[in-house]
């Protein structure tokens, strides 16, 4: 069997299992006309049709359904053997697919990829950047970069970091509103909200009150344009410290009741759960693991509050409160966000 004809299985497989052409050269990276030029070899090949073909989809012919199950098959023997090879050799090499949200691409994984490519030559590198829900299995992702928590026995996440959430806004944005004593007082503006975040619960530093945000007028599914729409006066928003602390340095964004503190932001990495890691994924693990161990994303944003004690009013500064970095392990993760 040679490597036209393997190929050929893989393009004839992808489309059996994404129901279309243009699915399957997404997926493969692939031109169109490409996949239908492999689909029609291999007919001609086997000297029989592979698919019923109309205006709406592909489905399988008895012939193709059979092909289909041998084709798995053989992939699989394909792929387990070149993985094996690979880890023998001790190479890391190939494409490495990793997702991760969108937030990510604005220069945090830059680090951490620079040097992994700089170390493998033999590696390349495929970054998907997108807010909301994934398959890592069925979208052939190598690893992704997920916030917790997360459940699904198939997978394996290993903890990377937890960051602060900031409230805040442009100084802009009803600047009369600046000195907020308390949550209620949020109610009067406007609160952008990611589409896919779970609530935002605010704790008192002191007396440990909490209060959960509800209301919203403004939700988004992109993080950057939840930022943005936050810089440009729009209204409040819960956003990640790594993500927003230039904007903070600089004074474009400003924290809100800043002796509330929000709920952490953990990330993981995750990756399928395979007895094995193709010594790229192992690579890659690595150098995000010492990248986020090293890096200090938490700035001390010194607020003067006052505290009431036994009837006195105290002048007190407050840093936010910064969780304590935990070690990495494993557990369950399902979809990533």
């Not at 937890?162 to 009803?174: E, F, I």
């Not at 407050?318 to 392990?329: A, E, G, M, Y």
Request: charged residues 15%; proline residues 4%; glycine residues 6%.
């Amino acid at each position: 069997m040679n490597k036209n004809m393997i190929k050929g299985m893989i393009v004839f497989a992808t489309i059996a299992e994404k129901g279309s052409m243009s699915a399957a050269a997404q997926q493969l990276n692939l031109s169109s006309s490409a996949v239908s030029q492999q689909v029609t070899k291999l007919e001609m090949d086997m000297g029989i049709s592979l698919f019923h073909r109309n205006t709406r989809n592909l489905t399988l012919t008895e012939a193709g359904s059979l092909f289909y199950e041998n084709c798995r098959k053989v992939i699989a023997i394909v792929e387990s053997t070149e993985q094996k090879l690979n880890n023998l050799k001790g190479i890391p090499s190939g494409e490495l697919k990793i997702a991760a949200p969108i937030g990510f691409g604005g220069g945090l994984l830059s680090e951490p990829f620079n040097y992994l490519l700089a170390a493998h030559p033999q590696i390349s590198l495929n970054l998907l950047l997108q807010d909301g829900p994934i398959d890592i299995v069925n979208d052939g992702i190598d690893l992704a970069i997920c916030i917790g928590p997360l459940s699904d026995s198939n997978l394996i996440a290993r903890h990377l970091a937890d960051w602060r959430m900031l409230l805040c806004a442009s100084p802009n944005y009803l600047p009369m509103h600046k000195n907020l004593s308390h949550p209620t007082e949020l109610a009067e503006l406007n609160r952008i909200y990611h589409t896919y975040a779970k609530g935002d619960i605010l704790t008192h530093a002191f007396s440990q009150e909490c209060f959960e945000l509800t209301s919203q007028r403004i939700s988004v599914n992109n993080m950057q344009a939840l930022i943005q729409l936050t810089l440009d006066g729009l209204g409040f928003a819960a956003l990640p410290e790594p993500e927003v602390h230039k904007y903070l340095e600089s004074g474009q964004l400003v924290t809100l009741l800043p002796e509330w503190s929000l709920n952490t932001y953990s990330v993981y990495s995750v990756t399928s759960a395979r007895d094995k890691q193709p010594a790229k994924v192992k690579e890659a693990l690595n150098a995000l693991s010492q990248y986020f161990n090293q890096a200090d994303f938490h700035q001390a944003y010194h607020v003067n509050l006052s505290h009431q004690k036994d009837g006195v009013i105290d002048n007190v500064t407050n840093i936010l409160p910064i969780k304590t970095k935990k070690k990495s392990h494993h557990l369950d993760v399902g979809h990533a966000s």
